[in-house]
């Protein structure tokens, strides 16, 4: 394998977004700054990730450890981790995170133009078992980074200028759409980098995977049983699908997104609304899916036509393969 251990003439992601800046000459460079920070923000977070097991050597999380730090829980660390970078990266205003309730204004000093919504650490739930996890990000360009208001971030999905996630899996993988397709990469832990993996990634038209947490179903609305329903009995003689869900939404929309298939997680009578917030899960995962060729829809709409209120809002969603998407939106107009 020497020739392998020589390979440098990788697809780095900062190479990547370099040649895509480059596309653009008008470009000062400023995301390509903003995006090597949260690139080392999810680097970050995937080293603490991989030796959470190891946490009860060192000391439990709210408990002291050996060296007498406050250990702290992984999910309060990464939104540590990211606000850090954000701000460092002097390119972002305004940052709104699941895991604070008011939206942080960057000091004027550190001011730059760009507004990012994110989810540091979604599906901390997994974390004792193991089970895949990671952060989800959006990116808005403000119009006005001298006086920003909280309007700059309650925008519709369609204006984000970028969005992606990093998935601390098997492997850790970053997935990342700047408007123009979607792209994949995986972090070599020798270099410490990230590589393209998966270029160009598109959605197959149709698949054979559902995704939803069926528990809830004696809640659903008449539409959504329908199409679960049609899953597991299909009309037109077609196999049935298999159902997958882990329940961490990032490992569940990114086999949708390489398999196909569609990812749920609609209204009930409990949650009127869902339970995926708006900014920092349902716009990004929306975002991907439409820049991959498939579908994002509410249940109303097309999701990234969604106009928040609040920025921790949520709402229903459906998302993946064109078709699939599109048999569950004909069963909602086929409603009303
Ligand atoms: P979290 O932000 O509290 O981690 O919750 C979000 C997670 C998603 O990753 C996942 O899709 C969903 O919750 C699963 O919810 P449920 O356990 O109700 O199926
Ligand atoms: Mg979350």
């Known amino acids: 394998h020497a020739a392998e251990a020589n390979r440098t003439d990788l697809m780095t992601i900062t190479r990547f977004v370099l040649n895509e800046q480059s596309r653009h000459p008008e470009s000062r460079g400023d995301f390509t700054i903003l995006l090597s920070n949260?690139?080392?923000?999810?680097?970050?977070?995937?080293?603490?990730?991989?030796?959470?097991?190891?946490a009860k050597l060192i000391g439990l999380a709210g408990e002291t450890n050996v060296q007498g730090e406050e250990q702290k829980k992984l999910d309060v660390l990464s939104n540590d981790v990211?606000?850090?970078?954000?701000?460092?990266s002097g390119r972002t205003c305004i940052l709104v995170s699941e895991e604070d309730e008011q939206a942080t204004f960057v000091e004027p000093s550190k001011?730059?133009?760009?507004?990012?919504?994110?989810?540091?650490?979604?599906?901390?739930?997994n974390i004792d078992c193991g089970v895949s996890i990671g952060t989800i990000?959006?990116?808005?360009?403000?119009?006005?980074?001298?006086?920003?208001?909280?309007?700059?971030?309650?925008?519709?999905?369609?204006?984000?200028?970028a969005a992606g996630y990093c998935m601390y899996g098997s492997s850790c993988t970053f997935v990342l759409s700047t408007g123009a397709g979607v792209n994949g990469f995986t972090l070599d832990p020798s270099l410490g980098e990230f590589i393209l993996t998966h270029p160009d990634i598109k959605i197959p038209k149709k698949g054979k995977i559902y995704s939803v947490n069926e528990g809830n179903a004696k809640n659903w609305d008449g539409p959504t049983a329908k199409y679960v329903e049609r899953c597991k009995f299909p009309k037109d003689g077609s196999s049935p699908k298999s159902l997958r869900y882990i329940g961490s939404m990032v490992a569940d929309v990114h086999r949708t997104l390489l398999y196909g298939g569609i990812f749920l997680y609609p209204a009930d009578k409990k949650s009127p609304n869902g339970k995926l917030r708006v900014l920092y899960e349902v716009f990004p995962m929306s975002f991907l899916m439409e820049q991959a060729g498939g579908q994002a829809f509410t249940g109303k709409q097309r999701a990234l036509d969604l106009v928040p209120m609040d920025i921790h809002e949520r709402s229903p969603i459906f998302l993946g393969s064109y078709e699939d998407v599109e048999e569950v939106k004909a069963l909602y107009a086929a409603e009303d």
Do not use: H, W
């Not at 949260?38 to 190891?54: Q, S």
């Not at 507004?115 to 650490?121: E, I, K, Y």
């Not at 959006?138 to 208001?149: A, C, L, W």
């Open 111 to 125: 001011r730059g133009r760009y507004a990012v919504v994110f989810d540091p650490l979604d599906g901390s739930s």
């Open 82 to 88: 990211f606000v850090k970078a954000l701000i460092s």
């Open 38 to 54: 949260i690139v080392l923000g999810c680097k970050f977070v995937c080293t603490a990730v991989n030796k959470a097991g190891l």
């Open 137 to 161: 990000f959006g990116i808005y360009m403000v119009k006005d980074s001298i006086e920003p208001t909280l309007d700059e971030v309650l925008q519709p999905g369609k204006n984000m200028v």
